[in-house]
């Protein structure tokens, strides 16, 4: 079995490239090998897998997918970072022709080398819900993936209607795929230890209920409902639809009471109304 990183070997990397983890890039690198073979098992990475992964840091996950997938593409923001990860790679006995790196920020990137088929990423904790969808949204060959992010986010992306951590990240989300929660994950596994909780979130991709068009006016929608959760409906697209009285019209055109606030609607809700104010 190859040889992945421990606590060690994290820390011997990080002091010989003077690297220092910081808050601002929300830097907290895995350190449990068996935790980063647990996540890539739970993303269903095979060989026929090009594994995308976003944030690497110094490379405990992106051992792992190696492992496993048939090429690695990673994207680190920090060139010392980027630059040794494939030293790393081969250090530890992999062939480094199947890993990729782009040394760029996870939010610029518009293109990849490669389709990729899968995503795992321990996403840092200030940009997981954009990162994850713009992802899903760029690259509709990414089947599935795992992700790690703070608990309480990874419970706003996994949860249902008429709940109270329900929001826009949740009903966005559904517009590509199934979210799943996939378990949590110990302070411990991470160096320097943070401070809030990390659990992991499942998605499968499904198909998309429309097209551009339909999704970036259903978004719209979605983004006024929640922009004031306590808002009744017709109060919450006032100014979308022209005022109150309009806002009325369209909501119950779409069968749906306009007295009802937005945390209680699905994503199906949404996209009616988004269909009938285009009428």
């Not at 890039?25 to 995308?52: H, M, P, W």
Request: glycine content about 6%; overall charge neutral; hydrophobic content about 45%.
């Amino acid at each position: 079995m190859s040889n992945l990183l421990g606590a060690a070997e994290i820390r011997e990397i990080a002091e010989r490239i003077g690297v220092r983890p910081t808050k601002k890039l929300g830097q907290n690198f895995v350190v449990d090998a068996n935790t980063c073979r647990k996540i890539v098992k739970s993303a269903g990475v095979t060989e026929s897998d090009v594994a995308l992964e976003i944030g690497p840091g110094l490379g405990s996950l992106t051992l792992a997918m190696l492992e496993s997938a048939r090429e690695v593409i990673a994207i680190e923001i920090d060139d010392r970072l980027a630059l040794e990860l494939p030293e790393t790679a081969k250090r530890h006995g992999f062939d480094a022709s199947k890993l990729t790196i782009l040394n760029e920020d996870a939010m610029g990137v518009s293109s990849l080398p490669s389709e990729p088929t899968v995503l795992v990423a321990n996403l840092p904790y200030n940009v997981s819900v954009p990162v994850l969808l713009r992802f899903l949204e760029l690259f509709p060959s990414l089947r599935a993936g795992v992700v790690m992010v703070q608990s309480e986010v990874a419970d706003r992306l996994v949860a249902k209607s008429n709940s109270k951590v329900y929001g826009s990240p949740s009903v966005k989300a559904a517009w590509w795929a199934d979210l799943t929660s996939a378990g949590t994950v110990s302070r411990s596994i991470f160096w320097p230890v943070p401070n809030v909780d990390s659990s992991l979130v499942r998605f499968v991709r499904h198909e998309s209920p429309g097209d551009e068009v339909l999704r970036k006016s259903t978004f719209k929608i979605i983004d006024a409902a929640f922009a004031q959760r306590r808002k009744m409906m017709r109060a919450a697209l006032s100014d979308i639809c022209g005022g109150s009285a309009a806002a009325s019209a369209i909501i119950e055109a779409s069968g749906i009471d306009p007295t009802i606030r937005g945390e209680a609607l699905e994503l199906n809700d949404f996209i009616k109304i988004a269909i009938t104010l285009s009428k």
